[in-house]
């Protein structure tokens, strides 16, 4: 193989496919980028099994071929080339030549041979949608993934997609996110996409008015748009029946701005530690009351808000009750609570509803007093 490309744009699909190498692989071949060059153009491939990132460059394909070249040296010399082209030849002898300006490498490629074909899905397409719209649900659901892999299915996404809509779901136990788009599919289906998978579709599929193409079958995602082919396994099994913890009514509603209330749980915030995770006592009357105390101190802080119905004092973890606040994206969200212990919906206000319709809703569970 022999290809003379630019040198950014080289530069720029190394560091994409990268984001799928593993770092350190039971199979050597995975450490490395498949290079594809044929006709007018460089296709490169990074994967673990898991999830596999596919782009292609225009390159100047002098002799067409195949190699299997170490991810992280390749980004990191590549990058800090000089030039602005770039030229590779493999030999036969296992060996890379790199050039770029005055700077020339020879470093040793892996086999081609043993580098794992990514899995063909023939999956059907399901929807396309703009790219802006996709990473907002994607980014204002996936703080509440959980962490927890005893319990695998919740470290990913419901995407439940209908003829008209789709719904986006995550949650780790302790706080749940539904995100809802008008969309028109072309088939019906509920799949539980890995996190780590949409990080990497809202990283590299970026450009807001880019059209993304998303299909699937029982076992496979792909998505495909700015470049990129985002292939990934699905997670298989049963994802919690989130509608059934979802509170119906309640007792008192508070419509609350958003920048001030989360400067007021930060100030209080400073006195809860790793070892010192004392909730926020949280009590919502004729305005907002905070307070909380651990050994290092205690405070009392309060803001104005609109509070109608009971009052009501409510245990948080400070973090869990932030993440949802600043996931938002809004100016003034409503708070509705049916009492100490039920979970508490966190509801955009009516300024930020689209078409008259809620584009979120979270939930987060109170903390318990210990002498409750």
């Given amino acids: 193989m022999k290809i003379i490309c630019t040198r950014t744009l ?4 190394i560091a994409g496919v990268s984001r799928a190498v593993s770092g350190r692989s039971s199979i050597p071949a995975l450490e490395g980028i498949l290079l594809q060059a044929e006709g007018f153009q460089l296709t490169l491939t990074g994967h673990d099994t898991e999830i596999g990132i596919i782009t292609t460059i225009d390159a100047n394909v002098i002799e067409p071929g195949q190699a299997v070249i170490p991810a992280r040296l390749f980004g990191d010399l590549v990058r ?4 602005e082209e770039i030229e590779i030849t493999t030999t036969m002898n296992g060996m890379a030549n790199i050039k770029g300006a005055s700077a020339e490498f020879d470093i040793a490629s892996l086999n081609v041979d043993d580098y794992p074909l990514l899995p063909q899905p023939g999956a ?5 949608m703009k790219a802006g719209v996709l990473t907002e649900m994607i980014s204002r659901t996936l703080y509440a993934v959980s962490q927890d892999e005893k319990k695998p299915v919740h470290t990913g996404e419901l995407f439940s997609i209908t003829k008209d809509k789709m719904t986006v779901v995550a949650l780790d136990g302790y706080r749940l996110a539904i995100t809802e788009q008008e ?3 072309e088939k019906e289906l509920d799949i539980i996409i890995p996190a780590k998978t949409l990080t990497e579709v809202s990283r590299l599929m970026a450009d807001d008015e880019d059209v993304v193409k998303i299909s699937a079958n029982r076992h496979f995602v792909v998505f495909r748009a700015s470049g990129y082919t985002i292939i990934s396994r699905l997670i298989e099994g049963g994802f919690l029946d ?3 913890v979802i509170p119906q009514g309640h007792n008192t509603r508070v419509l609350v701005e958003v920048k001030p209330f989360m400067e007021t749980i930060e100030r209080a915030s400073l006195i809860i530690t790793e070892r010192l995770k004392n909730p926020l006592r949280i009590t919502f009357g004729d305005n ?3 307070r909380c105390q ?4 205690k405070v009392q802080d309060h803001l104005e808000a609109q509070v109608e119905g009971e009052a009501v004092e409510i245990g948080f973890n400070n973090r869990y009750l932030l993440d949802a606040l600043r996931y938002s994206g809004c100016e003034k969200v409503i708070l509705e609570l049916s009492g100490p212990l039920s979970p508490v919906k966190v509801l955009p206000s009516e300024d930020d509803l689209k078409d008259g319709k809620r584009p979120f809703q979270f939930l987060v569970l109170p903390v318990r007093f210990k002498n409750d």
Wanted: proline share 0%.
């Fill in 183 to 185: 969309i028109q599919a």
């Fill in 242 to 244: 989130y509608k059934r």
């Fill in 294 to 297: 651990t050994n290092l101190g």
């Fill in 288 to 290: 907002v009351l905070v």
């Fill in 80 to 83: 800090r080339m000089n030039g």
């Fill in 124 to 128: 059907d397409e399901a929807l396309e």
């Fill in 10 to 13: 080289l530069s720029d699909a």
